[in-house]
């Protein structure tokens, strides 16, 4: 099959991301942004249409015969919110002198009740109201590291509890992970301590992905997949797949040994860099959901944990709402990957 679409060169070149191979510019996150893409059909799946089209069987079923599935996935980059942040660095320091009871107290009544972000119990009841489950990706930074919140180590009982209720923990790579095979191994060991098994599914920071480097060294590092490849800047199709994928590397001109999971729609993606207002953001997530309903294809969602209150916590149950209603499989990376190693579709 890869043979048909390399026969076609507008496809070949957008499934394999040509254009990001060494391009004169990206934006300040070192990103290759959607806005310097050649390629402007990005809410149409054009590489997995074709493909279907040329009779590879991607009219793919889902577990409990379902049609397409939803791949559900938030990127815990913050536990602790800016001002609480410093109040717990100056908690800290306090407790150097000699108060150091009263405010582990403190923190504890913080860290259970008051605090919006420690939410993972709260975010798998939803999901599990409507028979789904999800991906937790977490950021394993050390103190000083850029974006540095929380000590993973912290978060032990949290990621334990989420795995033993068959919810997936993932490694979120930090800002320098997707450039370098070191800080991947690092940061994945540290985190396999803390949960005490193995780590097979990975998200970088900021969506940051060089193509095909990230994929190599993510291959190498022992991944089994990758959600990162989605643009920050616009919802779509990057490569024109709504299907999971094994990607090409161009230079080698070898597929590459992981599983991309292409993510469709971050939460910041509609309200931040889209600007779009809640009725247009959910006319974009509508349109790309039955799109991929269409093609029986896998849409992955992004949504932060710091993303669960007021509308954007709406907005997120009306997605699973809907995919409900539709008769959609909604599941974690980890499953979607399993589910794709078991029907061994080639591309
Ligand atoms: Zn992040």
Known sequence: MIEALKQNKELWDLFSRREEYNPLISDQYQRFPYYLSKHRNILEPEVSKFLIGNGLNLEVEYPEDKKFAVCLTHDIDAVYPSRLSVTLGAAKSLMQHQIKNAFKTLLKSIKKRRNPWWNFKDIMALEAKYGAKSSFYFLALSTGERDFNFVVED??????????????????????????LDEIKKEKKRLERVLGKKVIGYRNHYLKFKVPDTWELLSKAGFKYDASFGYADCAGFRNGMCHPFKPFNLDTNEEIDILEIPLTIMDCTLFNYMKLDMRGAWEVTKLLIDTVERYNGVITFLWHNTYMVGEELKFYEKILKYCYKKGAWMGSGEEVCEWWDKLGIII
Do not use: K, P, Q, S
């Open 155 to 180: 978060l032990e009982n949290e990621l334990r509890n989420i795995e033993d209720n068959d919810w997936e923990v993932g490694l979120h790579g930090g800002h320098e992970a997707y450039n370098t």
